[in-house]
C-alpha cells in the first residue's frame, strides 16, 4: 500500500496533507543521497541530478546543513560533500531541525509558550502531544535506516494502520 501522493514527475511527489518545507525535503533526499555514498564525495551536481532538486537551491541547502554541523565539504577537482557523521548518527529531526527550526510551532512559536483561555485551554496539551509524537518518529529515523529500507519497528506498525493513509 502506499501513501496518497500527486507526482506531476518522477521522484517529485507531495505528501497530501503534509506539512513539511520544500527546503526541508530536499535536505533529506540530499542527505539520505550522502548517506548511500558511504562516506565518498559527492558533488552538487551530482546530488542535484540523483534527486531533482534545483542545483542553487541545493547549494544553499548543503552551506546550511554545513553550518549546522551536518555535511562537510571540499573544494577542487577532487571535492564535494560527504556526512559530517556517521550515517547511523544523523537522525531526520537533525536535518529538519537544521534547515526548518523546531520541529512543530504553532505560529511560529513553541507550544509550551503558548496560552489559550477558556475552552480552548487543552489546545496546548495537543500540540505538546503532537510535537512530542513528530519527534519519536522523526529522532528514531536515522540515514542509515533509510538507506538500508531497514525502518524502525515502531515506524512500520504506524505505517502498517491502514488510517495512517487516509
Known sequence: MRA???CRAPFTCIMLDMRLSARADYALRAAIELAAAQGGHVT???LAKAQ??????LEAILTQLGRSGLVRSR???DGGFWLARP???ISLADIIRAIDGPLLGVRGERPENLG???VAEPLQT???ALRANERAILEDVTLE???SGLLPDSVRKLADDPRAWA
Open 87 to 89: 550515517a547511523g548518527e
Open 4 to 6: 496518497p501522493a500527486t
Open 116 to 118: 489559550y483561555i477558556g
Open 44 to 46: 552538487a551536481d551530482q
Open 75 to 77: 573544494r577542487g577537482p
Open 145 to 147: 535506516h533509510m538507506v
Open 52 to 57: 531533482r532538486i534545483p542545483g542553487k537551491f
Open 126 to 128: 495537543v500540540w505538546i
